[in-house]
């Protein structure tokens, strides 16, 4: 079954310090989709991207965070300057035209701010 | 705000038994409607979709939802202890878009 690949499935980084993170969709969806949930709480959306460029994004998603898709195949979520409150675990979703808001997700990337 | 509230329980239920599973939306005019599972520490996976007012059923799992009361649920039938999970409602706001607004969660504890 067609899946959602994600890496680092854990970093650890220093506070002020930029991670990315990668994903890569399934091959023929279009919509792509990053999440957070931190330790205990929600899942909470922070961006989607459609036809290479964003098409919505939270309150959460300010100037720290971007996304890119560099090539054909990867997704990826680039947090600048982290902050101990960053540390979340991290979901990628994509989804199809067909099912545009029928999202599958990706294992997650635990991020921990030290 | 768009809100999804959900008990966060723990709910526990013995083997076999009924679970019941609810949630409410505060957007009148939300679209879609979801029931994801999560297993600690892992990600949310589908269990059911729903869009229209009514029942859904497919296999053990039966969605329901009604929109003028603002309430969707989950029935589990013949519960099993891998059924012990936190089930998420998941809402897709009114205008189109498809962004997802979850709620905390139930957790879910079926007991031998």
């Known amino acids: 079954e067609p899946e959602v690949t994600q890496t680092p499935s854990h970093q650890v980084t220093q506070m002020g310090q930029e991670v990315i993170l990668r994903c890569v969709p399934i091959?023929?969806?279009?919509?792509f989709y990053w999440y957070r949930q931190i330790l205990g709480q929600k899942v909470e959306f922070l961006v989607s991207?459609?036809?290479?460029?964003?098409?919505?994004k939270s309150e959460i998603f300010d100037d720290q965070f971007s996304v890119e898709r560099p090539d054909g195949s990867n997704f990826t979520l680039k947090i600048r300057s982290t902050k101990l409150e960053d540390s979340a675990m991290y979901f990628c979703?994509?989804?199809?035209?067909?099912?545009?808001?029928?999202?599958?997700f990706g294992a997650g990337s635990r991020l921990t701010v030290l | 705000q768009k809100e999804v509230e959900q008990n966060s329980g723990p709910l526990s239920v013995p083997e076999g038994a009924i679970a019941s599973l609810n949630c409410t939306y505060s957007?009148?005019?939300?679209?879609?409607f979801f029931w994801y599972r999560q297993y600690s520490g892992k990600s949310p996976e589908l269990i059911m979709s729903?869009?229209?007012?009514g029942d859904k059923e497919d296999g053990r799992f039966t969605a329901q939802l009604n929109k003028a009361s603002q309430y969707v649920s989950l029935l589990i039938r013949d519960s099993q202890p891998s059924d012990s999970a936190t089930y998420l409602c998941?809402?897709?706001?009114?205008?189109?878009?498809?962004?997802?607004?979850f709620g905390t969660g139930t957790q879910l504890k079926v007991e031998l």
């Open positions: 729903i869009y229209s007012n």
């Open positions: 957007d009148r005019v939300s679209q879609s």
């Open positions: 998941a809402v897709t706001p009114s205008g189109g878009g498809n962004k997802l607004t």
């Open positions: 979703a994509s989804s199809g035209v067909s099912g545009a808001n029928v999202l599958t």
């Open positions: 991207f459609y036809n290479n460029e964003i098409s919505e």
């Open positions: 091959s023929n969806h279009l919509y």
